[in-house]
Nanobody, 123 residues
Framework: QVHVVESGGGSVQAGGSLRLSCVVSGDTASYSSMGWYRQAPGKEREGVAI????????YYRDSVKGRFTISQDNAKNTVYLQMNSLKPEDTAMYYCAPNRWYTLNVPAGFTSWGQGTQVTVSS
């Protein structure tokens, strides 16, 4: 079973930056990617960025392209999300999770979601 612990969120003004971290434990061998997902109040959870477990190729939702960067440090079992030029619409709880597919779709089969880390961007 895979467990994740997210950290690094906070409150920033528009244009600011944050770096989120996700420490992963457990057997991730059967997963194709690691991803960051977010959920704003009253909205469904959505994929933000994923990174291939096989070759490290990233993929982003259109609204964060050029502003967010996903990376991983396999030695530390950690996945990062560098967020620059933050906008108020980026405000949400951010989660990380493994995905059996290389897709931004939320992994419906994953049940061990962490507590998430809150990102709040003020205008």
């Amino acid at each position: 079973q895979v467990h994740v612990v997210e950290s690094g969120g906070g409150s920033v003004q528009a244009g600011g930056s944050l770096r989120l971290s996700c420490v992963v434990s457990g057997d991730t061998a059967s997963y194709s990617s690691m991803g960051w997902y977010r959920q704003a109040p009253g909205k469904e959870r959505e994929g933000v960025a994923i990174i291939s477990s096989r070759n490290g190729t990233p993929y982003y939702r259109d609204s964060v392209k050029g502003r967010f960067t996903i990376s991983q440090d396999n030695a530390k079992n950690t996945v990062y999300l560098q967020m620059n030029s933050l906008k108020p619409e980026d405000t949400a709880m951010y989660y990380c999770a493994p995905n059996r597919w290389y897709t931004l779709n939320v992994p419906a089969g994953f049940t061990s979601w962490g507590q998430g880390t809150q990102v709040t961007v003020s205008s």
